[in-house]
């Protein structure tokens, strides 16, 4: 069975210092992963995907993650933060052959100026 | 090109009243999932539907719940006889083919509030 793990719900951070978040998963077989932004009140909007080839992943805002298949890992990094980054975080992976996509259960960042 | 759409955005009901949920594909879009987000929690898989077939509906629960994608017009999540519990923000995606690589691109939500 899948899983995916977003080891932070909450991370407060200054403006314009680095800031990473953290996922991990599990699956039997090939995934492919995504991470989302759900800013307040809204939908998700995807940041970036990883689905083969370079397994460091630019995506927009500045953001970027890096997929490690050893550790099952896909954090997402941005090297200096905004206040506009202030948002909840999604994790998500999707099984090779599957339909759905599974989620974490978020990482709430918060941007303090 | 418009995005996913879905309304009403904020739909309030009592117990024991249907909530209709509507959601229209992106463009070009023939692949529609519907995911619910309970409080502080993350979302979850409900059904995956193209234009008049239920293709997976795996996370639907078992009463009370059904989806439809007709082949003109947008698809529907009806809940019957809503319960509190069914209180939560329920978003529509849609991606152009079914293949794992395809992005699902998110609707706006609707929360649904069970009084």
């Known amino acids: 069975a899948q899983s995916v793990t977003q080891l932070d719900s909450q991370v407060p951070v200054f403006e314009e210092a680095p800031v990473e978040l953290r996922c991990n998963y599990s699956?039997?077989?090939?995934?492919?992963l995504f991470w989302y932004v759900q800013y307040p009140n809204q939908g998700l909007q995807l940041l970036l995907k990883y689905l083969s080839g370079s397994t460091l992943v630019k995506g927009i805002n500045g953001f970027e993650a890096e997929f490690n298949k050893s550790q099952t890992s896909f954090h997402l990094r941005k090297p200096s933060v905004h206040i506009s980054d202030t948002a909840e975080y999604f994790c998500a992976v999707r099984e090779t052959g599957a339909n759905n996509l599974f989620f974490g259960t978020g990482t709430r960042l918060t941007v303090i100026p | 090109n418009a995005g996913v759409m879905q309304n009403p955005r904020h739909l309030v009901r009592r117990r024991g009243q249907e909530a209709r949920l509507r959601c229209s594909p992106m463009?070009?879009?023939?692949?529609v999932y519907w995911y619910r987000q309970l409080p502080e929690e993350g979302l979850k898989f409900m059904v995956y539907?193209?234009?008049?077939?239920?293709?997976?509906e795996s996370g639907m629960p078992k009463e009370r719940f059904s989806a439809e994608f007709p082949k003109e017009g947008p698809s529907i999540l009806r809940i019957q006889q809503v319960v509190r519990g069914d209180s939560a923000a329920y978003f529509c995606?849609?991606?152009?083919?079914?293949?794992?690589?395809?992005?699902?691109?998110f609707g706006p939500g609707t929360r649904l509030t069970v009084l």
């Open positions: 699956s039997s077989v090939s995934v492919y």
């Open positions: 463009k070009g879009h023939s692949h």
């Open positions: 539907l193209q234009k008049e077939n239920i293709i997976d």
């Open positions: 995606a849609s991606s152009v083919g079914r293949a794992g690589p395809d992005t699902q691109y």
